[in-house]
């Protein structure tokens, strides 16, 4: 991976959206459910004031609008910080 966060961020790729259709009715990506969940693929040293607890591989909970979406070599991640996860799936 060649994308390295800073201070408290982790970068994370989201759980794919659950596939639904209903009576032959496609819904397009648009109108899916953003997920929730995903799993951290890097993450930064933290800051003198917060101590990263993250690691890499954690499988985490975040909110519906955390975070910001980036798109590296046509795969899409979300950068956000570590206070925007919400919990750590065991």
């Known amino acids: 991976m ?3 966060p800073l ?3 982790v970068l994370i790729e989201p ?3 659950e596939e639904t259709t209903m009576a032959g009715i496609i819904i ?15 993450v930064g040293n933290g ?6 607890i993250l690691k890499v591989g954690d499988t985490v909970l ?6 910001t979406e980036i798109e590296f070599e046509g795969t899409k ?9 919400l919990a750590v799936l065991a």
């Open 28 to 42: 397009p990506d648009s109108a899916k459910e953003k997920p929730l969940k995903g799993k951290v693929l890097a």
């Open 77 to 85: 991640y979300l950068m956000m910080r570590q206070s925007d996860v």
């Open 15 to 17: 759980t794919a959206a």
């Open 7 to 9: 201070a408290d961020r």
């Open 2 to 4: 060649n994308i390295r």
């Open 47 to 52: 800051t003198k004031d917060e101590e990263m």
């Open 62 to 67: 975040y909110g519906k609008y955390a975070g």
